[in-house]
Structure formats: structure tokens, C-alpha cells
């Protein structure tokens, strides 16, 4: 049986995937600026709806500190995303930039001393691999 955290992960996925597409065909009536825009409005309206109770809460000054953090780094993330959407289209950009997951792997063994097993270091090589042909 499957985790929730496979689970959601997979719908995160699935969900991500519908954005890029999404996202690239709106590009098609305007630049980078407004679709970001459009889509995090939305996606903030979303959020605060489904979890606006725990929105209003007390927060640490650290849940204030990364969550400011994760918001810039997402937001460069997004410029560059649709930038290398409008400009080199659907197929390769999602691809690549979906492949954040190494960042966070090496972050997680070397920053958090996490664990890796022989199948994973070939999974990372493999992703590796992959960047190098869809950049041909």
C-alpha cells in the first residue's frame, strides 16, 4: 500500500505538471509578469480559504524567517521558470527545473547528515543524465 506521503506527492506531481501547462499556454496571450501574477493570486486565495485558521495563528519568528526564505527562493524560481517557459517552451523547462529535488537531496545529506543508499546515488546520476539530453 501506498503512503499518504506518496500519496500527496503524486498528486503534487500530477498538480505541478497541469501548472506548467497551464502556465505555458497562457504565455501565449501575455508576458511572465502578469501569468505569475494570476497564478499566485489565485494560488494564495486557495490556500488562505482551505487553511485560514492556522494562517491567522501565532507564528515563531522562525516559521516567519523560513517561510520568507522558501517565498524568495520560490519567487526566483517562478521568474526564471516562465522565463524559460516563453522562451524555450514546454518540454525542456519543466523537465529541468522539476528536477529541483537533487538540491534538496544534496542539501539533505550533507547539511542534515541524510542517508543514502546505493539505488539513490543512481537515481541521482541518472537525473543528471537526463538534464544532459534534454538540453541536446
Do not use: E, K
Not at 3 to 13: K, T
Not at 86 to 98: D, K
Amino acid at each position: 500500500m501506498v503512503g499518504n506521503n506518496v500519496l500527496y506527492a503524486l498528486i503534487a506531481m500530477v498538480a505541478w505538471g497541469g501548472w506548467a501547462i497551464l502556465a505555458n499556454h497562457a504565455l501565449d496571450y501575455a508576458s511572465p509578469g502578469p501569468v505569475i501574477a494570476f497564478t499566485y493570486i489565485s494560488g494564495f486565495s486557495i490556500t488562505v480559504l482551505v487553511h485560514h485558521q492556522t494562517i491567522l495563528g501565532t507564528h515563531s519568528r522562525w516559521t516567519i524567517i523560513f517561510g520568507t526564505g522558501a517565498g524568495l527562493s520560490m519567487a526566483i524560481g517562478t521568474l526564471f521558470f516562465y522565463q524559460a517557459l516563453s522562451t524555450g517552451g514546454v518540454s525542456v523547462a519543466p523537465a529541468i527545473s522539476g528536477l529541483y529535488f537533487l538540491v534538496t537531496t544534496v542539501y539533505g545529506v550533507v547539511v542534515l547528515g541524510d542517508s543514502l543508499s546505493s539505488l539513490n546515488i543512481v537515481g541521482i546520476v541518472l537525473a543528471a543524465i537526463a538534464i544532459f539530453f534534454l538540453v541536446q
